[in-house]
Structure formats: C-alpha cells, structure tokens
C-alpha cells in the first residue's frame, strides 16, 4: 500500500477522537490534509466544532472546507490536536518541521489536553535523526555556532530563496544523528542559544500515535 493510503489510513482512525462541541488543533503537511479533510466532511454532516490552525496554509484549507477556525488565545485550552510528524520512536519522541510550521505546532500542542500523531509507516524509527533536525532562528550568528557543535547546520532554502516560516524566521535544518547528546540536554543546549527561536524536537507532548501500515491504523498509547 502506498504512503498516501497509510496518511489517509492514519488520519481516518484519528478523526474517531473527535466529538461534537470539542475545540481542535489542525496540524500542518501531508498527513495533516487528510485528517482536515475528513473534518470538513465531518462539518458537512452537522459535527459542531472550533478549530485552532497551526499555519496559514492550514488555516486557508480549514476555512475552505467550512470549519470554524478561531485564534489559540480565543480557544484558551484545546481538548485535542491531530498532527503530523517527520519522525517518530517507539518512546513517542518527534521530529517535526519539514512543512516550517514547527513553532506554532509546538504552542498548539502544548495546549492541548490530548495529542494525537498520524504517519504512514515509513516515519515510525528506532531512533531519531536520519530526518534533519529543522530550527527556526533568527539571526545568522546561529549557524556558526551550530557549526561549533559539530551539528552540519545548513540554511533551509525555498528555490533560491532563503526559506522563511509564518513567523518570518528563518530555518537551519541540522544532523543529530551522530549525537551522543542524549535528546533532553541536546534539546536544552540548543534553546539557551539566543537567537534560536524553538527546535523541531517534540519530545513530551505526544499521548497517542497512530501508523498506518498498509490498510491498518496501528494505535499506540503513551
């Protein structure tokens, strides 16, 4: 079965959590797109819900499918968010931020009382770091430093363009796969650096993991 088949399988199980009168977290990317889809057609047939994005491209698809999208600060508290992930391992540690929206779905989840992420089984690892570590920063000092840590930091770029995020950060995608960091102190040591605004590692946040793999929705609990 192909990846696109396991994303829509993910998403379809995850979608099941969702109950009337509950506010949402809308992740962002290609996993994401199908859960927002089949929340719209939830929508469609009389589920009542509000919806917080985690990008503007999120926002945009959610509101054109007839989801009530509201701010985080209007939602105050979000009863569930469904996302994507780049990487996940067995001890439901992630990396996220290949779509550039890793900032706002760091805050989604961290307000969030339930967080439920959905792959296909080519994200599922044993450990983290063959997918680079994204960071958004924001001044070019970063990248030097970053090269002092032995952590290969190269500049995330949009044709050539340098990439920017919602926010109007940039973003440095590193390697930590050769680390003997161990994920907490690496995730630490990076946020004492000023300038760097968050990093990809979601190491806490997840309560529930759902992988398609081929026609089945594989559910892990915390």
């Not at 499918?65 to 067995?90: F, N, Q, S």
């Not at 002092?148 to 390697?175: C, F, H, S, W």
Request: hydrophobic letters at 40%.
């Amino acid at each position: 079965m192909s990846a696109l088949n396991e994303k829509k399988v993910a998403a379809l199980e995850a979608v099941k959590y969702i109950k009337s009168g509950m506010t949402v977290g809308l992740g962002t990317g290609s996993t994401a797109f199908y859960m927002i889809e089949a929340i719209g057609e939830m929508v469609q047939n009389g589920l009542e819900l509000k919806a917080v994005a985690t990008s503007d491209e999120t926002e945009k698809l959610a509101k054109k499918l007839g989801i009530h999208v509201i701010t985080l600060a209007e939602a105050k508290r979000l009863d569930v968010t469904i996302d994507g992930a780049d990487e996940v391992d067995e001890d439901f540690q992630l990396i996220k931020g290949g779509g550039g929206a890793l900032l706002r779905e760091k805050i989604v989840a961290h307000n969030s009382d339930m967080n439920i992420i959905i792959a296909d089984s080519s994200k599922s690892v044993s450990k983290l770091g063959k997918f680079k570590l994204p960071i958004p920063f924001a001044t070019q000092l970063i990248i030097k430093e970053l090269e002092g840590m032995k952590l290969a930091p190269v500049q995330r770029k949009r044709g050539a363009e340098d990439y920017k995020t919602d926010e109007n950060n940039d973003i440095v995608d590193i390697d930590i796969w050769d680390t003997d960091i161990k994920l907490t102190d690496l995730e630490q040591q990076l946020k004492t650096i000023p300038g760097i605004v968050e990093t990809g590692l979601f190491l806490t946040t997840t309560n529930l993991v759902i992988i398609g793999k081929g026609e089945k929705a594989i559910v892990k609990r915390r």
